[in-house]
């Protein structure tokens, strides 16, 4: 489960550490996303996305990732099925191709956007337990390559760990009260130019 938010690029973040008793600051990351679909956007239209993630200087292959619609969410969160593979992005995974066949009708699977980003994280911890409960990702996004090369945009992201916390109402209204706009739109969506 998460919350999205689309953000003003120039924001200032608000403090935290009040709402939720501790905030740990993790290692900024460079990401580089590339999304696949079919030339038509099959998937997209049926609310599912693919895509092949690589952190700079990870030295790993990378992380391939099926976003399917679960569920009914409440305001402003989003509940998704998401199935993982590791691997090199050269070659989507049978399992993934498997996932959505149904889906292609025969048409091939090829990179639609790519996006490069910045990432800023923290995870949220509940002071009583000490056991982290949300990680907020605050991303600056460039688009590479795509319908909409050359556009920056921000988001954030708060995807609660296990059961989440009572803290979650406080943070969505902060980060709210700070200027963001909940219930942001996909990153693919933005990249690509569709609604």
């Known amino acids: 489960r998460e919350y999205k938010f689309d953000v003003p690029v120039d924001l200032e973040p608000p403090a935290l550490d009040t709402l939720v008793g501790q905030v740990q600051i993790l290692p900024r990351q460079g990401l580089k996303t590339t999304y696949f679909d079919t030339p038509d956007l099959?998937?997209?239209?049926?609310?599912?996305?693919?895509?092949h993630?690589?952190?700079?200087?990870?030295?790993r292959p990378g992380k391939w990732t099926l976003k399917r619609p679960a569920g009914s969410p409440g305001r402003g969160e989003m509940a998704r099925t998401e199935s993982s593979w590791s691997g090199p992005g050269?070659?989507?995974p049978s399992g993934a191709v498997d996932a959505v066949a149904g889906l292609l009708g025969g048409a091939p699977l090829q990179p639609v956007v790519v996006l490069e980003s910045e990432r800023s994280r923290m995870l949220l911890v509940d002071v009583a337990g000490g056991e982290p409960w949300g990680e907020v990702d605050?991303?600056?996004?460039?688009?590479?390559?795509?319908?909409?090369?050359g556009t920056r945009f921000r988001q954030l992201e708060l995807e609660l760990l296990g059961a989440g916390s009572p803290a979650v109402a406080a943070v969505?209204?902060?980060?709210?009260?700070?200027?963001?706009v909940p219930g942001g739109g996909s990153k693919f969506a933005l990249a690509a130019g569709v609604s």
């Open 42 to 51: 099959r998937l997209w239209a049926d609310g599912i996305t693919l895509r």
């Open 53 to 59: 993630r690589t952190i700079a200087d990870d030295g």
């Open 90 to 92: 050269d070659h989507i």
């Open 138 to 149: 605050d991303d600056l996004v460039t688009v590479a390559s795509g319908a909409r090369a």
């Open 172 to 180: 969505v209204a902060a980060w709210t009260a700070a200027g963001a």
